[in-house]
């Protein structure tokens, strides 16, 4: 049971634009979100969290969005830059991290 | 401070073989993770410890699978025996407290090839 779900496995943008991964979650038990960004042959590394008592948290050109009642969060990514091309995980915290499968993001120069 | 370190790096293996997955927590951090990622179900928990000790280990797949940490600075996961459908990325992460708001953080990983 996959309680952390990116239904999009790609996304392909062009440098500049905006950059928009999805995340759906089940458990209404999660209280606290993140987004990791992983590159190859790399761990992935802590990029933007949210705690459930908000709806928006941003940093710099990252932002994430969370609507509770639709279960839903998103991490918007503007301007996107090439460097920004990594996997980009959603995560959820309970009593321990749920993560989804994972987006590859690839911005185009 | 050096990070999650790993090793190896990249495992090759045949079928039936004993692999043993090794990580180096960062100094200080309570909390010891190991992960697995795949296509189709992402990074998965496997196990984590709390000061040397194993909390949950209900996402470990199978008895092939054990994990033990016997100090602060050194984790192993083993595989006995090994198996093709074991091919993944395996990640050893490590944070301050388990929390919600506590950022993990992760080694480079190992990249397990069983054949």
């Known amino acids: 049971d996959q309680q952390v779900k990116q239904n999009s496995p790609s996304l392909s943008v062009q440098e500049g634009r905006i950059s928009i991964l999805n995340c759906d979650y089940t458990n209404s038990m999660f209280d606290y979100f993140l987004w990791y960004k992983k590159y190859p042959a790399e761990g992935p590394t802590f990029l933007i969290s949210i705690s459930s008592i908000k709806d928006k948290n941003e940093d710099g050109r990252f932002t994430v969005f969370l609507n509770k009642s639709a279960k839903h969060l998103s991490l918007h990514i503007v301007p996107s830059q090439p460097g920004d091309s990594a996997v980009y995980f959603c995560a959820a915290s309970g009593s321990r991290l749920t993560f989804g499968e994972g987006t590859q993001l690839t911005v185009n120069p | 401070d050096a990070g999650v370190i790993q090793s190896p790096r990249h495992e090759v293996t045949e079928m039936g073989q004993e692999v043993t997955l090794r990580c180096k927590p960062i100094s200080g951090h309570d909390y010891l993770f190991w992960y697995r990622q795949t296509m189709m179900r992402g990074l998965e928990l496997l196990i984590y410890?709390?000061?040397?000790?194993?909390?949950?280990d209900s996402g470990m797949p199978e008895d092939r699978f054990s994990a033990k940490m016997p100090n602060a600075s050194f984790s192993t996961l083993k595989i006995q025996p090994s198996e093709p459908r074991d091919s993944a990325v395996y990640f050893c992460?490590?944070?301050?407290?388990?929390?919600?708001?506590?950022?993990?953080?992760f080694g480079p990983g190992t990249r397990l090839t069983v054949l």
């Open positions: 992460a490590s944070s301050l407290a388990s929390g919600s708001t506590d950022t993990q953080y």
């Open positions: 410890f709390n000061n040397n000790v194993p909390i949950d």
